[in-house]
């Protein structure tokens, strides 16, 4: 893969924008595909992922002990501001020598740090248009390093509650389902089907 870190998250952030901005008001308690938020608690996450890993890319701390209730703060103007937000992160590692060395406290390589936001932005994204009941088509060109990085952190990321146990998918599940599944998410999940499928 020989995109820079900046270009898969610009190429993301593309994806994920209209889904996410095109939210509308009376969805944002609607259920999502993470069991423990509804569509307002997963974008005030997304919103702290976007903001604390630009930071990150500065060479700057992060804090994601706990999640600053930025709808609440922003009002009618959230979408506009994580536009904005997110313009900001791709711009921040487009700085040349963001993705080289260790960053962040968890002194983990620059660019898997930045691998770890683009996988947010992208499942995310998934996560928001199955809430809503919209499309969501990924970047396929980021799927070779979302790929790489569940493979490397799945383990971890386990542990810390971070992803589910792996959701089993049939053959000829696409690149997309097979990672949904990896991080624990039901390819086919719908906010009107509940309980075992």
């Not at 930025?70 to 791709?90: I, K, S």
Request: hydrophobic fraction near 45%.
């Amino acid at each position: 893969m020989t995109d820079t870190i900046s270009e898969l998250l610009g190429a993301a952030r593309d994806r994920a924008l209209p889904v996410v901005t095109g939210v509308p008001d009376d969805r944002l308690t609607a259920p999502t595909p993470c069991a423990e938020y509804d569509v307002r608690d997963l974008l005030n996450h997304l919103f702290h992922v976007v903001i604390g890993f630009r930071a990150i890319a500065g060479r700057e701390e992060a804090d994601f002990s706990s999640t600053p209730d930025r709808m609440a703060v922003l009002g009618d103007g959230w979408r506009d501001r994580f536009a904005e937000e997110t313009a900001l992160l791709v711009t921040a590692w487009a700085v040349p020598g963001a993705d080289e060395g260790v960053a962040g406290s968890m002194n983990l390589p620059a660019r898997t740090l930045g691998a770890m936001v683009l996988l947010d932005l992208t499942v995310h994204a998934w996560d928001l248009a199955r809430a809503t009941d919209r499309a969501f088509a990924p970047d396929e060109n980021a799927a070779q390093v979302l790929a790489a990085l569940v493979d490397e952190m799945g383990p971890t990321a386990r542990a810390m509650k971070v992803f589910g146990e792996p959701v089993p998918v049939p053959a000829g599940t696409s690149d997309l389902g097979r990672l949904l599944a990896a991080t624990g998410r039901d390819p086919r999940w719908s906010p009107r089907v509940t309980g075992p499928r």
